[in-house]
């Protein structure tokens, strides 16, 4: 058998395309057990996601984490499914669709975007695949991570390469490697945090939350906590916020190790102490709402900021699927398609 994966067999006359593959981090096929164990299994042997010694790992992973952990975590995937199945997939799978609507306005040359999980499925390499099966030979990879970080854009870059490492007939390629203070990136933001104050009135304090990595990582040269900062202050500033309106957080700490700061739990529970009428909290550096925001941001939050004595508790919702968001995502790949596509 080959190393090299099978060729697609394309008519000599089929145009050649420009291929978008659209990255995200990826779901359980659904909230269970069964399911969340080869899902977990993939995303915690990544080694840009643990740093630990394999060994070591290898013995925690498999005595302790993947006995329990599944179990856990179904009940909270089970708290936030939908009908369509998990909310990641539901609206990177919008997003990836309605980007491809979107570029047939400005494109006027072949295209094909597809949607690639970093883990479970459709997988990156069967998206890079289904690009190539369309003459893409030139394919853009679009992580949907606004700012950069060793542990998820990189590695659903590596994830990518991967695949090219076996092709035969390889594609030239582009990646994005951040937008984090991309003017339509903060644009869109600011927007929809401008948008749920129309409808519900603004807080005494807007709280930034972005996913946490340990501080080792930032100390070895990854510029993710300081693009964070920068994503916090571009779209405060954006709706006019003084520093004493808003916070900049970070969730999700796993392990002993210390991690960025200021950490949100501790932070949103000093605020209900505080005895604050109002918070708000966003996600910004998430594209589509998850786990992480619904269960642990919208309903954990809430429970911690209320029982330590405060008064309101909203949760804005990620972007999804609106309208300024694709248009933001359109600009983004026509920034980083310059010479490969034919403008209208």
């Known amino acids: ?5 099978k060729e697609p067999s394309i008519p000599e006359q089929e145009a050649e395309h420009t291929g978008i593959l659209v990255m995200n981090l990826g779901t359980p096929t659904a909230p269970t057990a069964k399911a969340l164990r080869p899902y977990l299994r993939q995303f915690l042997s990544d080694r840009r996601v643990i740093e630990i010694p394999r060994t070591i790992w290898w013995f925690i992973l498999n005595l302790f984490i993947l006995p329990l952990r599944p179990r856990q975590s179904a009940h909270k995937y089970a708290q936030i499914w939908q009908p369509e199945g998990s909310p990641l ?16 306005e400005r494109i006027a040359s072949p295209y094909a975007v597809e949607l690639g999980m970093r883990y479970g499925q459709p997988s990156i390499g069967s998206a890079i695949a289904k690009l190539k099966a369309r003459n893409c030979n030139r394919i853009l990879l679009f992580p949907l991570y606004p700012q950069y970080a060793a542990s998820s854009s990189a590695s659903a870059i590596d994830d990518a390469m991967r695949t090219l490492l076996r092709t035969r007939n390889m594609p030239e390629i582009r990646t994005i490697r951040d937008y984090h203070a991309h003017p339509a990136y903060i644009s869109a933001v600011a927007e929809s945090i401008r948008l749920y104050w129309q409808e519900h009135g603004k807080p005494e304090k807007l709280v930034l939350s972005f996913h ?12 993710y906590h300081g693009q964070c900062l920068v994503s916090g202050r571009l779209i405060a500033e954006a ?32 605020l209900g102490r505080q005895k604050l009428r109002r918070v708000d909290v966003v996600c910004p550096g998430f594209s589509s709402d998850c786990l992480e925001t619904l269960e642990e941001i919208a309903m954990e939050g809430k429970s911690l900021f209320l029982e330590a004595g405060g008064g309101e508790y909203h949760y804005i919702p990620a972007l999804n699927d609106r309208d300024t968001w694709i248009k933001a995502m359109c600009e983004i790949a026509i920034d980083n398609l310059q010479g490969w596509v034919t403008p209208r």
């Open 1 to 5: 058998m080959s190393f090299y994966l």
């Open 89 to 104: 997939m539901v609206n990177s799978q919008k997003q990836a669709k309605l980007l491809a609507g979107y570029l047939h």
């Open 212 to 223: 946490g990595v340990p501080r080792r990582t930032r100390d070895l040269g990854d510029p």
């Open 239 to 270: 709706l006019g916020l003084s520093t004493d309106q808003y916070l900049i957080a970070f969730q999700s700490r796993f392990g002993a190790a210390e991690w960025l700061q200021p950490y949100f739990a501790p932070s949103i529970e000093e």
